[in-house]
């Protein structure tokens, strides 16, 4: 099936940093979201993009929708304590209808 | 809430018997995923439906079944609980998957 290699696994930083985030494919996407997981809980919508070259932002999050249809990258600016948690990127593959495929997440830990 | 409940939030069970999951929906969407969370994998989709008594498989579909004979439920049966089914199981709506899913809670299966 789809893949989605999303990278880095896992990061470490100081409060204050700003982090960057990424997500590829072999495939085109018509879609691509980001999600955030905090412990025990289920991923929450962060961000959605449409559009090949789209940039979004929703407060310090920033996406951008690939221009070749297969990449996206999250940036959070200023990390604060709560942006702990795991950072999904998910895709909707032009042939597979309403199903998403998603990365293995990126485990953010944050210290004050 | 998001108007998306599952059931249990957490069960121990033995190999070798049956489990089934329960997620409830308010939000009257027309699809349902039942996925699976575990380290080092992501989340992988098990099996989902697009309609009443519509189903269809995900990629780790063995050893699992579904049923929707309402819109608002959507059951995942483990006919014979095997310790690799150990997961934490995660429902979603979504009216399409442009729109992106909202997610349950999730539950914390363990098979011993």
């Known amino acids: 099936g789809q893949q989605l290699n999303q990278s880095p696994q896992s990061m470490f930083i100081q409060e204050g940093e700003d982090v960057s985030m990424n997500c590829t494919s072999s495939?085109?996407?018509?879609?691509w979201l980001w999600y955030k997981q905090d412990p025990g809980e289920g991923p929450v919508l962060l961000i959605a993009l449409y559009k090949a070259g789209e940039l979004t932002s929703n407060g310090r999050l920033t996406a951008q929708f690939g221009i070749t249809r297969k990449d996206s990258f999250l940036n959070i600016s200023a990390s604060i304590p709560s942006d702990v948690g795991i950072y999904f990127c998910a895709g909707q593959p032009e042939t597979s209808g309403s199903r998403l495929t998603f990365g293995e997440g990126t485990q953010l830990t944050v210290n004050p | 809430d998001a108007g998306i409940t599952q059931s249990p939030r957490h069960k121990v069970t033995e190999t070798g018997t049956p489990v089934t999951l329960r997620c409830h929906q308010t939000?009257?969407?027309?699809?349902m995923y039942w996925y699976r969370q575990d380290p080092g994998h992501g989340l992988r989709l098990i099996h989902y439906s697009y309609g009443v008594k519509d189903t269809d498989k995900g990629e780790v579909s063995d050893g699992y079944s579904v049923s929707r004979s309402k819109t608002e439920d959507f059951l995942l049966t483990l006919e014979s609980a095997t310790s690799s089914q150990t997961s934490v199981y995660f429902c979603?709506?979504?009216?399409?998957?442009?729109?992106?899913?909202?997610f349950g809670s999730g539950t914390r299966l363990t098979v011993v």
């Open positions: 495939s085109i996407f018509n879609t």
């Open positions: 939000e009257n969407h027309r699809y």
């Open positions: 979603a709506i979504s009216t399409t998957g442009v729109y992106g899913y909202t």
